[in-house]
């Protein structure tokens, strides 16, 4: 396996970590669609965002959104769970995890994100979430 697809995998494996945590903490029913993850008890769809403190070049990490999907998630009146984590083996140490409705996020700028989901894509820091 190159280097980019284990990094990814490892991703993967951390962020469907990410989402079993963030499920119990809120009461949240893991249903994936490409635009969410899961849904609130009353049916209100939930797209999990999760990211690592710091990238193994130091650099702090970021939430990735994606245009198409937040506007779904947006006329559906949903919400987002942002979850910081750290690796621990081959699980994660949530170190932060806040929900938030997708109505109450900071400015989002759109850029273009490569042939990736064909969506532009926003990143929003760390401390845009949980420090603004």
């Known amino acids: 396996m190159t280097a980019s ?7 993967n494996h ?8 963030a499920a119990d903490r809120y009461g949240l ?4 669609a490409s635009w969410r993850d899961a ?3 009353g049916g209100d769809p939930v797209e999990i965002k999760s ?4 990238h193994a070049d130091g650099q702090p990490g970021n939430f990735k959104l994606y245009e198409d999907y937040h506007e779904q998630l947006r006329e559906a009146n949903g919400w987002y769970v942002f979850v910081v984590y750290r690796p621990r083996g081959r ?7 806040e929900m938030r409705h997708s ?3 900071p400015l989002l700028i759109w850029h273009g994100g490569g042939a990736h989901r064909n969506s532009r894509q926003a990143k ?9």
């Not at 990211?51 to 710091?54: K, L, P, Q, R």
């Open 5 to 11: 697809k284990n990094r990814s995998h490892r991703a």
């Open 103 to 105: 109505s109450r996020l």
């Open 14 to 21: 951390y962020g469907t970590l990410c989402e079993r945590k």
């Open 124 to 132: 929003l820091d760390i401390d845009l979430i949980f420090d603004g």
């Open 29 to 32: 029913e893991l249903d994936r």
């Open 51 to 54: 990211t690592m403190a710091n």
């Open 39 to 41: 849904r609130r008890p």
């Open 91 to 97: 699980g994660v140490t949530v170190l932060k995890m």
